[in-house]
């Protein structure tokens, strides 16, 4: 009789990546020092920020883009591998984009200002603003990291309109690099397309949801978005809160000469999608 084949469960009951030897983390255990609140999920709300900052086509509807969202959560929920990542913190978003541009131009030229725009409307005293160290630039210098299947994310957003799932803190603490090995371990979950995320899902997300960050009770951890490899390979690319704003950072990750950062407060997510 053939042994039943071993199911591995790689997320824990927090929702956080379980550590394994290979990786880089500031604890074995989060802390939870630096945490995000699980918002209320409003899709036509969600919507209505993503068709503003035209997003998504104008003849999406909220009850379609519902919909797929909820079916999302099924296969999620359905799978053995993923299905703790619902204990974590989760956000909808929807987005299409069938463009080519450089992903450096259009984090700059598109996405940040989206964000930017949706932030202040719901935060008018508030700014969002983004800030490059030592003279560095976006455009014509950002890549895809291999191993995150970002790649799998940006054909199918230019294909029709993506509903997604965003789940900020999944590798929390983990290291860059850590985080960026994830998802060539985990495997894909069927029906549903996987990535380690970047600038269009964090983007789009922020734009649905762009009290995500701010919070009066916790410090919100930074979000890496680390599927964007600079071209400089020191450089990192964060969205983090800063009080009541929110800003982006181009930023080195170097500590010393050789040895990269690590922190508590760094987070690396997984983005759950599929076409409508």
């Known amino acids: 009789m053939n042994e039943p084949e071993e199911i591995l469960n790689y997320f824990n009951e927090h929702g956080r990546r379980i550590p394994g030897k290979a990786f880089r ?3 074995q255990s989060p802390s939870f020092y630096y945490q995000l609140e699980q918002p209320s999920i409003d899709y036509p709300t969600i919507l209505a920020g993503s068709l503003k900052q035209a997003i998504v086509p104008v003849n999406l509807t909220a009850e379609a883009f519902e919909k797929k969202a909820k079916e999302i959560l099924v296969l999620i929920k359905s799978s053995p591998a993923y299905a703790n ?5 989760h956000v909808p978003f929807v987005y299409f984009d069938e463009s080519a541009v450089d992903f450096g131009m259009d984090l700059e030229g598109t996405l ?3 964000v930017q725009e949706a932030f202040r409307e719901r935060f008018p005293d508030a700014h969002f603003k983004a800030l490059l160290q030592s003279d560095s630039t976006l455009p014509e210098h950002i890549a895809l990291d291999p191993q ?3 790649q799998d ?5 230019r294909k029709g309109p993506v509903v997604g799932w965003f789940f900020p803190q999944a590798t929390q603490e ?3 690099q850590s985080q960026r090995q994830q998802m060539s371990e985990l495997p894909m979950i069927e029906g549903a397309g996987g990535c380690f995320r970047g600038g269009k899902d964090v983007c789009a997300a922020l734009v649905g949801s762009p009290d995500l960050l701010i919070s009066d009770d916790h410090y919100a ?3 890496c978005l680390s599927a964007y490899v600079h071209t400089d390979p020191r450089l990192v690319l964060l969205i983090k809160a800063y009080g009541p704003h929110m800003e982006f950072w181009c930023m080195t990750q170097m500590l010393t000469k050789d040895t990269t950062q690590v922190s508590e407060q760094w987070a690396g997510g997984v983005t759950i999608f599929a076409t409508l």
């Open 25 to 27: 983390v500031f604890g």
């Open 85 to 89: 990542l619902l204990h974590g913190v």
């Open 112 to 114: 940040l200002p989206k």
């Open 148 to 150: 995150s299947r970002y």
């Open 153 to 157: 994310f940006v054909e199918a957003s």
């Open 174 to 176: 983990f290291d860059i």
């Open 221 to 223: 951890p930074i979000l």
